[in-house]
């Protein structure tokens, strides 16, 4: 059984990076075939794909994000990270990484098998 867990800071001050760090078990993030991702679900919103890194460490980002996200990863904790420079108020959510097959928009919710229980971040001063 793979589990997904997020950590970082609750709170976040304007202008401030946003770091988290997804920690995974029962599964390594180096298997072929698989790959990892960011999410975010601000207040009374849907959940937004951020980025993924890949099983070979490939990355890609979502463009309206881009300019502000990094993604990482530490292969001998078996976690990866998300970065996202610049925060504002609006940057505000609940932020999940999760875990899908390779191949398919990585965007698309319903391809994902596991996903960490989310970790709530707000941007405040």
């Known amino acids: 059984q793979v589990q997904l867990q997020e950590t970082g800071p609750g709170l976040v001050k304007p202008s401030q990076t946003l770091s988290l760090t997804c920690t995974v078990s029962g599964g390594s993030i180096t298997t072929n075939s698989y790959a990892w991702s960011w999410f975010r679900q601000p207040p009374g919103k849907g959940l937004e794909w951020m980025g993924v890194?890949?099983?070979?460490?490939?990355?890609y980002y979502s463009i309206s994000l881009k300019s502000r996200t990094s993604i990482s990863r530490d292969t001998s904790k078996n976690q990866f990270s998300l970065q996202l420079s610049s925060v504002t108020p609006e940057d505000t959510a609940v932020y999940y990484c999760a875990r899908k097959l390779v191949g398919g928009p990585y965007y698309k919710i319903d391809e994902y098998d596991y996903w960490g229980q989310g970790t709530q971040v707000t941007v405040s001063s």
């Open positions: 890194i890949r099983y070979d460490g490939t990355t």
